[in-house]
């Protein structure tokens, strides 16, 4: 336990610290090959958010960003990454908190959810029962379900974007057809932002493509200097 958050970690407590914000099904469990892959470089903490796995409840976009913000606490500046989910709790987070994160990951990012979410929303909306919870998400109950889907559809960080002072690197699969037409709009709002598309990829690269995706954060991460003039690329090298 970290705070109110359970948490998985991996690696040495001395290195610099990566924190990992899971999405809306998995809970920490999906960060499985970043613990081992990520491990020999950084700290790696990987927390179930409120509401899911072994975290307590109740969830709440605010919740998750105050829990992570108590999480980071001494071990600021930590490096932080969110996936889907996840990156709406990291980008308020490096939002309200900026001396807390050195440098911030955006994957399968999206500025306001329901505007091309629309059709996983209701998908999620409708999902009746507790085999659905068990089976494909770690959420408490179907009430957590229910908050989650409420919040994606509330969710616009448009406003909080341009008070993001760390370096940014929005990462995103080229067959993520719901957060590929946000992608550019994020580095755009973002002051030292900037964007790789990876080929062949989808919403869930780091669980389907965990090798190039430990690749580009590690490349990420270690770079002096990762912003610069280019700020899109296409990262087909790295397959």
């Known amino acids: 336990m970290a705070g109110t958050l359970y948490a998985q970690t991996a690696g040495d407590p001395s290195n610099p610290a990566l924190i990992l914000l899971h999405g ?5 469990r999906m960060w499985k090959k970043q613990l081992s892959g990520l491990s020999e470089q950084y700290h790696v903490i990987a927390p179930d958010l409120p509401g899911f796995g ?32 996840g990156a709406l709790v990291a980008a308020q987070v ?6 807390s994160v050195s440098r911030l990951i955006l994957q399968g990012a999206s500025m306001r959810p329901a505007e091309r979410g629309r059709r996983a929303i209701r998908f999620y909306r409708s999902r009746p029962g507790w085999w659905y919870m068990k089976a494909v998400s770690d959420l408490h109950d179907r009430p957590t379900l229910l908050a989650m889907v409420n919040a994606a559809e509330e969710a ?46 989808g919403h869930g690269m780091p669980m389907t493509a965990a090798k190039v995706f430990n690749t580009i954060v590690d490349g990420f991460l270690a770079d002096a200097s ?10 087909s090298s790295m397959r």
């Open 24 to 28: 809306g099904g998995a809970a920490s």
């Open 156 to 201: 616009d960080i448009a406003d909080l974007l341009p008070r993001i002072a760390a370096p940014t690197l929005i990462l995103c699969g080229a067959r993520d057809k719901e957060c590929l037409p946000n992608a550019q709009l994020l580095v755009d709002a973002i002051p030292r932002a900037y964007l790789v598309v990876v080929p062949h990829t």
């Open 54 to 85: 072994r975290s307590p409840g109740p969830f709440s976009l605010h919740a998750c960003a105050d829990a992570v913000a108590d999480l980071i606490g001494k071990s600021q500046p930590v490096h932080l990454c969110g996936m889907s989910l």
């Open 226 to 235: 990762p912003t610069n003039d280019s700020r899109s690329r296409d990262d």
């Open 94 to 99: 490096a939002a309200d908190h900026p001396a």
